[in-house]
Each structure stands twice: as C-alpha cells, then as structure tokens.
C-alpha cells in the first residue's frame, strides 16, 4: 500500500491549503485514514483522523475549527482543508491509514499501518 501526500506550500497567515493523500490500494475504503504533523525538533502529533466507513471525524483541539478532513473513497484519496493557517502550523504533513483501530487509538502514530511520505506547509507570520 502506497500513501502519496500533495498541496503543501508556503502561505501567509490566515491563509488556506488544502492537502491531498492518494492511496494506491481498493482497501482504502474500509481503512481509517489519518494525517500527522511534524514541526522540527518536535514529536509527530496527532491532526485529524476519518473513519473508512461511517466517515466519523475527530480533530485536536488545536486544529478544532480551522482544519476539515475528508475523503472520497470512489477515488481513494483523503483530505485535509487548512482553513485560518497559524505560523504554530507550520510543519511537515503526514498521512496515514489504520485498520481495526478503537476511536482512543485513532490519536497515536504507532497504531498506523501505513505512511506517506509527507508534504511541508510553511505558514509566514
């Protein structure tokens, strides 16, 4: 299974970027789809997730709001849609997809099956 992440870029504050990540497999559909970000010299923390089937969402707080994540599983690809950008949002933007995960494990990196290789989003103050 290959995740291939896109539409990072630079953009001023209060600005907007929308993310995509395709996923080469079928089995998309019936996976939970994720996206992570990494600030430099920071942990890998936890944006949005989406569920395969059901399509129930669940945010940080910190993204509550601004950030609205979807998917289209007709064309295996997710969404992320980054609204009101802040500088603190800066960092590399991953995606990822889970199976069988419990809604309290959908927030924890390891749980994750597979990765993309992420898209940078810079935000200038």
């Known amino acids: 299974v290959q995740l291939q992440a896109s539409g990072g870029g630079l953009v001023r504050a209060g600005g907007s970027l929308r993310l995509s990540c395709a996923v080469s497999?079928?089995?998309?559909?019936?996976?939970?789809m994720g996206w992570f970000r990494q600030a430099p010299g920071k942990e890998r923390e936890f944006v949005t997730a989406i569920r395969g089937r059901g399509g129930s969402t669940y945010y940080a707080d910190s993204v509550k709001g601004r950030f609205t994540i979807s998917r289209d599983n007709a064309k295996n690809t997710v969404y992320l849609q980054m609204n009101s950008l802040k500088p603190e949002d800066t960092a590399v933007y991953y995606c990822a997809a889970a199976k069988g995960l419990i809604s309290s494990s959908l927030g924890t990196p390891i749980w994750y099956d597979y990765w993309g290789q992420g898209t940078l989003v810079t935000v200038s103050s």
């Open positions: 497999r079928r089995i998309f559909s019936s996976y939970a």
